[in-house]
Structures are given as C-alpha cells and as structure tokens.
C-alpha cells in the first residue's frame, strides 16, 4: 500500500457544456499554467480563502480578485492569504462608476474609488480594472458621462500613482453602454489613457469585450506599453436574457483567442491571463470542476498557435 489516493478513471467532462474533456487536465506545475489566472468571479461562490486553496489545488500562480469579497475578511487578512499561498493577485475588481451628474452622488464615488485603490495597494494587484459607468438614470446624455468619466480618472490618477497603484480601463461592449460602460472601444479608452503616464493608466484588453471591433488588432498593437490585464471568456449565442450572464467558457462560443492572444503579446504584454467568467450555468457547476475546465480550455483554446 502507497497510502496515495487510487487515480479516477472517469473521465473529465468540461462544465457548463457536459461534453467530454478533450485533453487532460494539466496538473500543478504544468508550464502551460505558469501565466494562468483565475478571476474570482468565474468560482462567484468561491471566498477568496476558498478561491486561494483552489488555485492552489490546481496549479494556477495567479488570483484575480473582486472587491465584496475582500472586503468581508479585510483587504490585509486577503493580501496574507495570497502571499502565504504563494500567488499573485492579477488585478482588483473593480473601481470606476464616475458618470453621476449631481455632486452629491458624484463625491462619495470618488472617495469609494480611493478606498479601491487604497485595497489594491494592499494586495499589491496588478492593477485596480475600472469599470468607469454607464448613463445616470433617465439621462441620454452620453458625451456628458463621458466627460465626467474622464474627469474622474483625471482626479483619481495622481492618488493611485502615490500608491503605487495602475488604473486599468476596460472598455466594455456596447450593450453595456447605457448601464456600465460609456468607453465602448479600445480606441476610446487609449484616448483617454494616453492623457496620463504609462504607469498610472493602462487599458483591460477583455476578449469578450472587444473580440468584434474590426479595428482591434490595430488597438491592440497601439497599445504597446499599456495594456495592464489581458482577460479571456467567450462569446456565446443565443444571449440569455440577462445578457450580464452572458460569457461563455472558452471553446463553447465564436471567439478567436490564439489571434487575440498573439495580438496582446506582440504588444509587449507579459502579463497574467485571467478568465472571468459570469455565468449563471457555471456558477452552479461545481467550482473545482470549472476551474479543470479552465485549465483544459486553456490550453486548448487560448495557448495554441
């Protein structure tokens, strides 16, 4: 007797879709793995405690982390378990929401983001992702969020230098641009980053977001040097109805990542790949099951030339 645990011979299946594994799962240490990075939201009933152990298990290096979930157990408490386990944490989610019109609104959305901020500089992230915000209810006024979104990075940007921390913004499809994100394209949000330093603004290139802008390969490659997190999911069809929950495991949709991927290294990225999933089918899957499929996907669908 070796006292190890007898292997399974079931055979993986991938989750949400039920299908088959095509490969096996890389175990930890896998070289594959060396830039993978789960985004807590994917394992969304994961505690960052729970989605620390669970890197861990399986071999990822790296933890995006989300803000709620911190703040539960404190930002110090969350920055010791990253640590002591070994891992990095590949960004903060999320900061931004800067579109309100009335200052009394407008001022507690600052002072939130400097906490933000304050956090990611705890956990030593990255970068913070800002999600700058979509309209305030019942305005159309879209190039007068925009300006107030811009002001707000301007207001922000030299308090996250002093901390050491990188805004990274996302551009977001535009369905969201009524509701989240008023910078729809990577064109747009290199606009408003290259206004600052390098170190101080940096852009998410979230292949959900910008997989369809026929101009994204030359985004990209502009964004050379900025570029603060690369994040991958897929884009599936038919939306469900709350299009929020609409990302998809890689494989399951119409996203071409190895050119995106390509793309984002010729640009100098070195960074972390993270997936961020939402996804109510995979969120109801079990969150060790999801994150094998992660790493099977990954190097099945995102790493291959």
Not at 69 to 78: F, K, N
Not at 132 to 153: K, N, Q, T, W
Not at 198 to 220: A, K, N, R, S
Not at 270 to 299: C, H, K, M, Q
Request: aromatic share 6%.
């Amino acid at each position: 007797m070796t006292g190890r645990p007898a292997r399974s011979t079931v055979p993986a299946v991938d989750v949400p879709s039920g299908r088959p594994a095509e490969v096996p799962t890389p175990a930890p240490g896998d070289a594959r793995l060396a830039r993978l990075s789960l985004n807590q939201k994917t394992t969304e009933r994961w505690s960052v405690a729970e989605a620390v152990a669970g890197c861990v298990r399986a071999g990822l290096p790296a933890v995006g982390l989300w803000r709620e979930p911190v703040q539960r157990i404190g930002a110090p408490a969350a920055a010791r378990l990253v640590a002591d386990a070994g891992l990095r944490v590949s960004s903060l989610c999320r900061g931004g929401f800067l579109t309100a019109a009335d200052p009394a609104s407008r001022r507690p959305a600052l002072d939130d983001n400097r906490r933000a901020i304050d956090e990611a500089a705890e956990l030593a992230a990255a970068c913070l992702v800002m999600v700058v915000g979509g309209l305030p209810e019942g305005s159309r006024d879209l190039a007068g969020a925009r300006h107030r979104m811009a002001d707000g990075i301007a207001e922000l940007a030299p308090y996250a230098a002093e901390r050491g921390v990188r805004l990274a913004l996302e551009p977001m499809h535009p369905i969201f641009c009524a509701d989240r994100g008023v910078l729809s394209t990577l064109g747009q949000a290199l606009d408003l980053a290259e206004r600052f330093p390098t170190e101080q603004v940096g852009v998410v290139v979230d292949t959900f977001h910008v997989w369809w802008d026929p101009d994204v390969l030359g985004q990209i490659d502009r964004a050379r040097g900025r570029i603060a997190g690369f994040q991958v999911c897929d884009w599936i069809t038919p939306l469900p109805p709350d299009t929020l929950l609409s990302r998809g495991m890689m494989g399951d949709g119409h996203i071409d990542f190895p050119l995106l991927r390509r793309a984002v290294e010729r640009a100098g990225y070195p960074g972390d790949v993270e997936v961020e999933i939402f996804n109510a089918d995979v969120w109801a899957a079990d969150p060790d099951d999801v994150l094998s499929t992660v790493a099977r996907r990954y190097v099945t669908h995102v790493l291959p030339d």
